[in-house]
T-cell receptor, first 111, second 111 residues
Framework: KQEVTQIPAALSVPEGENLVLNCSFT??????LQWFRQDPGKGLTSLLL?????REQTSGRLNASLDKSSGRSTLYIAASQPGDSATYLC??????????FGKGTRLSVIA | DVKVTQSSRYLVKRTGEKVFLECVQD?????MFWYRQDPGLGLRLIYF???????EKGDIPEGYSVSREKKERFSLILESASTNQTSMYLC??????????FGNGTRLTVT
């Protein structure tokens, strides 16, 4: 059964800093991996989806990489802003089963 | 833009009541999911459906049932609400291999 782990659980950085969020998964037989953002009291918003054939995906200041062989993905946020403060979750499927989510990294960007 | 609508943002029910949580999506997605989210436990899958009239148990189906009579609507039913079902409930939909789209969630309190 897929297990997804995110480290650290919480992170606080000054505005403007580049940062990396980490995600690891136990079952590398995935067809994609997704990163989401969640604001307090709200649903999740999809940020990036990386297909298993890809190594990375970019959207604006966000870049997500995927290394299936090591069971790892990273989300890189460039030039962080206070508006980036949120919880970031990664999720991976296992075979035909739905996504399994990590518990998230709570990011605070301090102005 | 995909829209996933959950019928209530906040709901307060009494122990033993039968509770219906409704979810509607407007993008003809075949896949629909119900998760619950609790502090420290993350998102856990309750039920999912890959087509009309189909349903599959997730990781924590006990005490819940679902209904999918139409493609756009996926209902979660708490047969007899209990206090340990107090939680944030999140509905999501997708096509296979595409990003998951979430509703804004229903915060259910059972007293």
């Amino acid at each position: 059964k897929q297990e997804v782990t995110q480290i650290p659980a919480a992170l606080s950085v000054p505005e403007g800093e580049n940062l990396v969020l980490n995600c690891s998964f136990t079952d590398s037989a995935i067809y994609n991996l997704q990163w989401f953002r969640q604001d307090p009291g709200k649903g999740l918003t999809s940020l990036l989806l990386i297909q298993s054939s890809q190594r990375e995906q970019t959207s604006g200041r966000l870049n997500a990489s995927l290394d299936k062989s090591s069971g790892r993905s990273t989300l890189y946020i460039a030039a962080s802003q206070p508006g980036d403060s949120a919880t970031y979750l990664c999720a991976a499927p296992s075979g035909n089963t739905p996504l399994v989510f990590g518990k998230g990294t709570r990011l605070s960007v301090i102005a | 833009d995909v829209k996933v609508t959950q019928s209530s943002r906040y709901l307060v029910k009494r122990t033993g009541e039968k509770v219906f949580l409704e979810c509607v999506q407007d993008m003809d997605h075949e896949n629909m999911f119900w998760y619950r989210q609790d502090p420290g436990l993350g998102l856990r899958l309750i039920y999912f459906s890959y087509d009309v009239k189909m349903k599959e148990k997730g990781d924590i189906p006990e005490g819940y049932s679902v209904s999918r009579e139409k493609k756009e609507r996926f209902s979660l039913i708490l047969e007899s609400a209990s206090t340990n079902q107090t939680s944030m409930y999140l509905c999501a939909s997708s096509l296979r291999g595409t990003p998951l789209h979430f509703g804004n969630g229903t915060r259910l309190t059972v007293t």
